[in-house]
């Protein structure tokens, strides 16, 4: 059985890494702030027969979290969403 939907954090991705580098449907965030000189960041690869799209109200968090919807042809629809929290992050980071 071949995966659908892998959620990674801590993946230490930049903006200089290109999406195609990635593989599959990729939505990610990096960290805004990287501390320390690396650190952060989460991937959601979504298999590319699943529709979905980016949730952009909750995506604007400045928290380290990703939230896409997954549509079934149906109709039915999933929320689903990716989180880290270090423990070095500040409460406000989880405010709009």
């Not at 939907?5 to 990729?26: H, K, R």
């Not at 650190?39 to 896409?68: F, H, M, P, R, T």
């Not at 997954?70 to 500040?90: D, I, K, N, P």
Request: with cysteine; glycine share 8%; proline share 2%.
């Amino acid at each position: 059985m071949s995966s659908k939907i892998i959620a990674v954090t801590e993946s230490w991705t930049t903006p200089e890494i290109n999406d195609c580098e990635l593989g599959f449907l990729l939505f990610r965030k990096d960290r805004n702030e990287i501390k320390h000189g690396k650190g952060g960041g989460i991937l959601l690869y979504v298999s590319n027969d699943i529709k979905c799209v980016a949730i952009d109200k909750l995506n604007q968090l400045k928290c380290e979290s990703l939230w896409v919807e997954l549509q079934e042809h149906t109709g039915a629809s999933l929320t689903l969403g990716v989180c880290y929290r270090s423990h070095s992050a500040a409460y406000s980071e989880f405010r709009p």
